[in-house]
């Protein structure tokens, strides 16, 4: 066994996983774990001269880029395979099919693409397949029903497309967790066959563009306990067989062209928590009893104008009823302009990120609800004591849902009109992305407060070490007193940069995020650095020569942050978020933000170290980081600093300066950034020992 997972191990390069050729020489090696470390470079093609033995190989949660090399098929033993949540490119290689006594294959959230391999379906023993958040294309495969003892299959967040052909549920019966193809562009009806997963606990065929009526048959899923079809474009009534699910306890059919009543059967659903049927064609009464009654702010049915509470249903007696269970029209104008804008995104790309973002909660696959109720409690009824922040479109609080897991809740302030704007901005930003240097969004909130007051929030991942803004002014420091020494600041700035090098330029759609500053940038408990905040982000949907957005709308950012450009109305650009990139990285080295007192007339930030750049470098840095590098004297001048050091500054502010050129053509791109400092990075290692 070699297990050195869930550590902070670092590694830098292509050959940063070269050790892994150490291990061949090991015949008996039959567990090998890697996983969840800070691992970079290229899974060497002598990973398939491991020991014919091995059966457990770990891998995921790192930084490992490139293909997967054909090699694997080597490991005829593997019973269990995992690179999930890595920056793996290329196609699925087909050799992973001669891996017989696979029983565990998981590529999840890579950058993989292609089509899936038949090959696959060799893997007879396979009961766990997990292929989610890559950019796999074409058709489900026709060998899957070649999997006998699959239990769980995820091929969610991709750009499938295709109909779901009968065999797959024909052959599947043995599932019994999960069945997720949500977020793809599957089309066709829903066969009668998918009764046949009698077994299965959670189905989510959400996001894709399945059409017909849902099958009678789904009743017979006598396990189900959470069903999602959201945003298809099913049709026809909504089957009996529904009530006859006694294990229900969630159930979304919502933004569909569903129609008639609805079943009376629900009512008598007594696990069923969660119903959602918003924005369909349904008419008629509302069953009176069960969830309809007991936990009715767990019901949605807003979007159905013919719904009514009681018989008959006229319009003029309705009227008044209606506001009971119907939002305002004015909320409804603004949900269907979310709907809308959606709508136009899924045209362009498809949302890829939703249920992952959901993962840390509740089992994966099952999205997580949140209403006003519970936000309301996790944050102690927006107590003063959790609100850990404010901005120009609401505050932040600091809140615990009911599974005790800590989160960051942005609560929008509707009486500003920005605030649904910054919402939909916010929503669009991170519906599709997913990356470990991005503050991840867990769910979102559009509901009523008690006051019958419309309330939008978005649900953080919450992270304990506050934002960059705080280290830089002291307000926050190590538990031995220090601030931050100069690797933390240089992988502080190698983690933004990889942010934003992923929103640039490894989204479908790229993302300016046009608002980067200190406050937005967030630290973990490991202290890896993530960009929040994007309130104010535009997707470049259409780009031209000199990376302008399409739309015309004049971008606000922040005083100091902005480059120049937007200040004469021109379009959000990388070459933007460049810009503010080089502002941060100044700020971060120098302690001096661009808004400092000491800044007035033409002199600036960006000037200033100009004008000590190279050979005074030392005068602009921060006392606080030349003090932890112990070469700050009590009296007289400043000392010169090792050579080493010197020279890993002069880079590291030289890609600051290269940032922050004046003209957007003069800058250079996040990509170039991150290399430069990533290079210094690995220098600065080479010869000191820090």
């Not at 800070?38 to 995921?60: A, C, D, F, R, T």
């Not at 958040?133 to 969610?156: C, E, R, W």
């Not at 004008?611 to 003090?627: G, K, M, R, T, W």
Request: net charge neutral; hydrophobic share 40%; aromatic share 6%.
């Amino acid at each position: 066994m070699y297990n050195i997972g869930f550590n902070q191990i670092v590694s830098y390069g292509d050959d940063g996983l070269s050790f892994l050729t150490s291990l061949t020489n090991n015949t008996r090696l039959q567990f090998l774990a890697i996983d969840d470390n800070h691992l970079e470079g290229v899974i060497p093609e002598s990973i398939g001269n491991l020991s014919g033995v091995i059966k457990k190989l770990y891998m995921g949660g790192n930084h490992i880029y490139g293909h997967i090399p054909s090699s694997i098929g080597h490991l005829s033993s593997l019973t269990l395979l995992n690179v999930s949540y890595n920056l793996i490119s290329g196609e699925i290689p087909p050799e992973i099919g001669q891996l017989k006594d696979l029983q565990m294959l998981g590529l999840a959230a890579n950058k993989m693409s292609g089509h899936i391999p038949n090959s696959l379906g060799n893997l007879r023993m396979l009961n766990n397949i997990d292929l989610s958040g890559n950019y796999f294309v074409g058709n489900i495969p026709s060998s899957f029903p070649n999997f006998q003892k699959l239990l769980s299959m995820d091929l969610s967040n991709n750009l499938l497309n295709g109909s779901i052909s009968r065999e797959i549920f024909l052959s599947l019966p043995s599932l019994s967790t999960i069945l997720n193809l949500s977020n793809n562009f599957l089309s066709g009806p829903l066969p009668e066959e998918i009764g046949l997963l009698g077994n299965v606990v959670t189905i989510d065929l959400s996001d894709n563009r399945f059409s017909g009526s849902i099958p009678s048959s789904i009743g017979k899923c006598s396990s189900l306990v959470g069903l999602f079809m959201v945003r298809n474009t099913l049709s026809g009534p909504l089957p009996n067989a529904l009530g006859e699910m006694k294990g229900l306890e969630i159930l979304d059919l919502s933004s569909n062209q569903l129609s008639g009543s609805i079943p009376d059967k629900l009512k008598d659903l007594r696990v069923l928590r969660y119903l959602n049927l918003s924005f369909n064609l349904l008419e008629g009464v509302i069953p009176n009893g069960g969830i309809f009654v007991k936990n009715i702010s767990s019901v949605h049915l807003e979007g159905n104008p013919k719904l009514c509470l009681h018989v008959p249903c006229v319009e003029s007696a309705a009227s008044s009823h209606r506001r009971k269970v119907l939002v305002p029209v004015t909320i409804i104008l603004g949900i269907l302009a979310v709907c809308t804008m959606g709508g136009c995104l899924l045209y362009v790309r498809k949302s890829k990120a939703r249920v992952a973002a959901t993962s840390d909660l509740v089992v994966k696959g099952q999205h997580r609800m949140v209403t006003y109720e519970e936000l309301r409690g996790a944050t102690g009824n927006f107590n003063q004591e959790n609100l850990i922040g404010s901005g120009s479109f609401g505050s932040v609080y600091k809140g615990c849902l009911r599974e005790g897991i800590e989160v960051s809740l942005k609560v929008l302030d509707i009486r500003k009109t920005a605030s649904l704007k910054s919402f939909l901005a916010e929503c669009e930003a991170l519906r599709s992305t997913r990356h470990r240097n991005l503050v991840k969004l867990i769910t979102s909130c559009s509901s009523m407060d008690f006051k019958n007051m419309e309330f939008l929030a978005l649900v953080y991942e919450y992270l304990s070490n506050g934002s960059l803004e705080d280290w830089i002014k002291g307000k926050r420091k190590n538990a031995n007193g220090d601030g931050l020494n100069i690797v933390d600041r240089l992988n502080v700035a190698i983690d933004v940069a990889c942010g934003l090098d992923y929103l640039h330029h490894d989204c479908e759609v790229a993302v300016a995020h046009c608002d980067l500053k200190p406050s937005n940038i967030l630290l973990d408990r490991d202290m890896t650095a993530k960009i929040g905040d994007f309130g104010l982000a535009k997707l470049l949907i259409e780009r031209t020569g000199n990376n302008d957005l399409s739309s015309t709308n004049v971008l606000k950012g922040s005083v100091g942050y902005m480059p120049p450009e937007y200040g004469f109305g021109q379009k959000p650009s990388t070459a933007g978020d460049a810009y503010s990139f080089g502002v941060v990285l100044l700020e971060l080295f120098t302690g001096k933000s661009p808004t400092h007192e000491n800044f007035t007339g033409d002199q600036n930030l960006i000037r200033w170290v100009q004008s000590a750049f190279p050979e005074n470098i030392i005068q602009v840095l921060d006392s606080e980081l030349l003090h932890l590098m112990q070469h700050l004297p009590n009296e007289g001048p400043i000392n010169i600093i090792p050579e080493a050091e010197r020279n890993c500054l002069i880079s590291i502010m030289e890609v600051g300066i290269s940032c922050t050129c004046a003209s957007p053509d003069g800058r250079i791109g996040l990509r170039d950034a991150l290399r430069k400092l990533e290079t210094a990075r690995q220098t600065l290692f080479k010869h000191t020992h820090v």
